[in-house]
């Protein structure tokens, strides 16, 4: 692939980039802000794209918040949106499992290793789930409770359990792991909302979804199917839902082995990446997946003077 186009100051180029384009992906935490902090210009170089006719879509790897929750969100930070805007990875793992696997009656139900987003997005989709943020999973585990497992006790090990769905989980434990391991042992879809092995925080990084699924691949010596960016089942639902021409679209993010690898293995019409966020200008233009262009930050594309 060809160097990045440096679009920053650049009026006939970013006039040039944006014409080619109908639709953009945005990624949200380090492209529109970081944490609670909306970067400046967010809200209006959001508000150039629509005066133009693109059409915006958010789509975020974060699986603790429903898309409900990120709408909040987006408006509690000034950004106008709406639930259909956007495209969060519980909601997009929790499609998945209702309108692409088909699984067999008498095993609908998912075991949830996460936080409510995943809860509530499930709920709208009518599919069953236990564990999740249920206390009688966020406990320590008993003596007994190992018998249980082993002898695959109903009353422990849920026969009707056919998805394990690994997400982001503040209370993690040893019980929910050892749940988790038995039942995708048994038969269960093995499925992450998302890999991401980190998440950045106050400027620093903690553990991401990825690394919720780690310890269950070690177990289990298999990996999970992902429904978060780059997992083109992702882009596959977000093509199903708005319909969009692939080459008139573009993926704008600020980590390429999350947004960038998921809009070039999309086949977009082009990647964007900014550098407010996670990777840095040398990955941009020397690593291995390298955007079409990039911008040290978002609000540069109003130097487009449209
Ligand atoms: N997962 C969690 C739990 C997060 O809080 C975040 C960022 O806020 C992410 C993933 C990454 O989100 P994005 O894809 O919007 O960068
Ligand atoms: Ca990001």
Not at 66 to 89: H, N
Not at 119 to 137: H, K, M, S, W
Not at 209 to 234: H, V
Request: glycine share 10%; hydrophobic share 40%.
């Amino acid at each position: 692939t060809p160097a990045p186009l440096y679009l920053t100051g650049n009026k006939d180029g970013l006039r040039e980039f944006l014409s080619k384009f109908d639709v953009f992906l945005f990624d949200c935490d380090g492209v529109l802000w970081s944490g609670d902090h909306i970067f400046p210009g967010t809200v209006e170089t959001l508000e150039l794209l629509r005066k133009n006719g693109k059409q915006v879509v958010f789509v975020t790897n974060n699986s603790t918040k429903s898309r409900a929750d990120y709408c909040k969100k987006l408006q509690g930070l000034g950004i106008p949106s709406t639930v259909e805007e956007v495209f969060s990875s519980s909601y997009s793992a929790s499609i998945y499992i209702s309108r692409i696997l088909d699984l067999p009656k008498d095993k609908k139900k998912v075991f949830v290793i996460g936080e409510t987003g995943i809860e509530q997005e499930l709920r709208a989709e009518n599919v069953p789930f236990i564990g999740g943020t249920d206390p009688a999973y966020r406990r320590d585990i008993q003596p007994q409770d190992y018998k249980l497992i082993a002898e695959g006790d109903s009353s422990i090990l849920d026969p009707e359990v056919g998805v394990v769905l690994v997400g982001l989980d503040f209370h993690l434990n040893y019980l929910k792991l050892a749940l988790a391991f038995h039942y995708v042992k048994r038969g269960a879809v093995f499925l992450a909302t998302n890999i991401d092995s980190t998440l950045p925080n106050s400027g620093t990084l903690f553990p991401g979804a990825g690394s919720m699924s780690a310890p269950l691949i070690m177990m289990l010596g298999s990996e999970p199917t992902s429904l978060g960016k780059p997992s083109q089942a992702m882009m596959d639902a977000i093509e199903g839902k708005f319909k969009f021409d692939r080459s008139r679209a573009c993926m704008v993010g600020d980590r390429v082995n999350t947004d960038i690898r998921f809009g070039l293995e999309g086949k977009l019409g082009g990647t964007l990446g900014v550098l407010t966020g996670v990777s840095s200008k040398d990955e941009f233009v020397s690593g291995a997946v390298r955007p079409h262009a990039y911008l040290d930050k978002l609000s540069d594309l109003l130097g487009s003077g449209l």
